[in-house]
């Protein structure tokens, strides 16, 4: 009797040890079957993702974009394979925030939300701000041009080396024609050109006032109007070579004056009013 109840006791525990490794080969079978199934259908899709930091890194620990939660909102961080961050968008207190560096590290276009409305600025490679357009407001360091439809510059609003500013309009063929720039020390002014570069006005401003010169075609200066702190203004007529013949201005009585001259500026004679004679 003894050695049958061992018998069963045996063939017993024989059985569950055959029914424990067939539910494991079942389950292993089954997990088997449904990776499997997966792939032939497609990846997993995940319907809702709930995490405070997501990071995508490379092979060697770099991370290449990041999404974070900062204390004003949402930031989306993009990474050069080095770690260099080159592109943020988040937010920001008045709304959205939107920079990018070169490779450097160095910041070279910004556009953001403001209390005043919206700011776009633009930094050279050196992190030094070339142009800032902001609401209501135009700021440019260097130049601003305006092209044609071939691509010629026509408009172009600049500083020159010493600081000074300029503008200048140039014909479709890329000649300049109008200059309006700024005369150190003095003031404006205003020049005017042929398409084959010969100044032919000029309106200035002078210590004594306002100067207007007229040239001919080989640039010499053949009509001049000026003002003078004492006497008024003056207007002077040249020759082709440049010497004045005629001139008619306001004497320092506030009278009219005439002087005319010969060929070479001399002989001048004057033609006054008379004194006390009125026609």
């Known amino acids: 009797m003894t050695d049958r109840l061992l018998k069963l006791e045996q063939e017993l525990t024989a059985m569950k040890r055959s029914t424990r490794r067939w539910r494991g080969a079942t389950t292993l079978l089954l997990v088997g079957a449904g990776l499997l199934a997966a792939d032939a259908v497609g990846p997993t899709v995940i319907d809702h993702l709930v995490v405070r930091k997501l990071d995508v890194i490379t092979e060697d620990g770099h991370s290449v974009?990041?999404?974070?939660?900062?204390?004003?909102?949402?930031q989306l961080d993009l990474y050069a394979a080095d770690g260099t961050n080159l592109l943020r968008l988040g937010t920001n207190e008045s709304g959205g925030d939107l920079a990018v560096w070169n490779r450097e590290g160095t910041s070279t276009i910004g556009l953001w939300s403001s209390d005043e409305g919206g700011v776009f600025s633009l930094w050279n490679a050196e992190g030094v701000q070339n142009a800032r357009v902001s609401s209501g407001a135009l700021t440019l360091k260097g130049s601003l041009a305006v092209e044609n439809s071939s691509g010629v510059p026509v408009f172009v609003v600049a500083s020159d080396?010493?600081?000074?500013?300029?503008m200048q309009l140039v014909d479709h063929e890329g000649n300049m024609v109008c200059e309006i720039r700024t005369i150190p020390g003095l003031g404006g002014a205003l020049v005017l050109k042929t398409v084959e570069g010969k100044r032919v006005v000029l309106l200035s401003a002078t210590d004594n006032g306002g100067s207007f010169n007229l040239m001919n075609t080989r640039g010499v200066p053949v009509v001049l109007a000026s003002t003078?702190?004492?006497?008024?203004?003056?207007?002077?007529?040249a020759n082709e070579r440049g010497m004045g013949v005629v001139t008619t201005q306001a004497d320092g009585e506030h009278r009219g004056a005439v002087n005319v001259s010969d060929e070479d500026g001399n002989g001048t004679r004057r033609i006054r009013p008379l004194r006390g004679y009125s026609p």
């Open 161 to 166: 080396d010493a600081g000074d500013g300029r």
């Open 228 to 237: 003078s702190s004492n006497h008024g203004g003056a207007i002077t007529v």
């Open 65 to 74: 974009l990041s999404l974070a939660q900062t204390e004003t909102g949402g």
